[in-house]
DNA sequence: AATGACGCCAACCGCTGTCAG
DNA sequence: CCTGACAGCGGTTGGCGTCAT
């Protein structure tokens, strides 16, 4: 289908947003909130297409926004999370609340795969765990009733390291940062007169979107489920049945690659203060588990010479 | 100092999903 | 149900800054 791009019309200004626009742009928003971008352009006088102005808001004015390094923290979240989600970076972001989409695409794409890329060349296939070395994997996986994202097997190896050991720590930080200062000035009153903001990190949403594999089941009385499988950057696969009217009655399952997708370990959530999806989320966070996966690991200081991987 | 190569990132493009009429 | 309008998402690109020669 398709329909025609808005920037097609003539007159719409491309390129890069001068300081005046963007002050136009947040002074609207201002007294308008986000949204309703069609009208942006409209009421503004501004001859930017609706989508550029929604882009220029939520990738560069919008409160709250972080520029400048990524901390080791932040990678780690991001490794982990690209490696379940894929390149869904609406989604990660919605974990980084103070980073947006574009920012960790283009640290992904910079920064980050190049580096998984380069340490992936070093592997030697015999290091490799025999799961690996099967070239229907990851469909051998999927087959098994397992199901991942991930986009090559470098990236479970390499996460936990990255996690753990930051290569860019010590990047020089952005330029670009400065510039805002003019602009982060403008946006206090904002940040003031409209409480509350920013919209808050989204842990506790599940709504189907973040989990890519959510499919229908039954449990074994016959009531629906939603499962939730995933290979994870922990290198641990697990599987999260929820009983959508009943989370309590959930239950999480790990398994290792050397048992399979099996029940060596079953541990059942029955906690009724905590969900079964907080401890997803709990998971999804836990530096721990990617301590322990380097651990088990073995690594070695230099990212480039990684031993054996399980 | 000049210039070519390279890297980074803001912005654009095209597609999909959603929803109202 | 169909269609069109709109918002949002992910991939890609072009321009600018930096570095190497």
Request: with cysteine.
């Amino acid at each position: 289908m398709g329909r025609p791009p808005c920037c097609d019309k003539e007159g719409i200004k491309k390129g890069p947003w001068t300081p005046e626009e963007d002050i136009i742009l947040v002074s609207y928003i201002q007294e308008h909130g986000p949204g309703n971008w069609r009208s942006v352009p409209i009421n503004t006088g501004l001859m930017r297409c609706s989508k550029s102005c929604r882009l220029r808001w939520t990738n560069y004015l919008r409160p709250g926004i972080k520029r400048g390094n990524f901390t080791a923290h932040e990678e780690g979240i991001i490794v982990h999370l690209q490696s379940l989600l894929g390149n869904r970076w609406a989604a990660i972001a919605s974990y980084l609340p103070q980073r947006t989409d574009n920012d960790i695409k283009n640290y992904w794409n910079t920064h980050l795969k190049k580096k998984l890329a380069a340490a992936a060349n070093s592997i030697s296939a015999s290091n490799r765990h025999p799961i690996f070395a099967d070239a229907t994997f990851p469909s051998t996986a999927a087959a098994a009733g397992g199901s991942h994202t991930l986009s090559s097997n470098s990236d479970v190896n390499q996460m936990a390291a990255i996690a753990r050991r930051s290569p860019f720590a010590d990047c020089p930080s952005s330029s670009y940062a400065s510039s805002m200062d003019n602009i982060s000035k403008l946006l206090d009153g904002f940040m003031k007169t409209n409480s509350p903001s920013p919209p808050p990190p989204p842990l506790q949403h599940y709504d189907g979107d973040y989990y890519d594999d959510v499919k229908p089941a039954v449990d074994v009385g016959g009531n629906p489920l939603l499962s939730f499988d995933c290979m994870s950057g922990a290198d641990l696969d697990c599987c999260f049945d929820v009983h959508p009217q009943q989370p309590a009655a959930s239950f999480m399952e790990y398994g290792g690659y050397g048992g399979g997708y099996g029940d060596e370990s079953k541990q059942q959530l029955m906690n009724q203060a905590a969900p079964p999806l907080s401890s997803i989320e709990k998971w999804l966070f836990d530096e721990a588990a990617a301590e322990q996966v380097a651990d088990l690991m073995d690594l070695s200081d230099g990212c480039c010479s990684v031993p054996m991987m399980f």
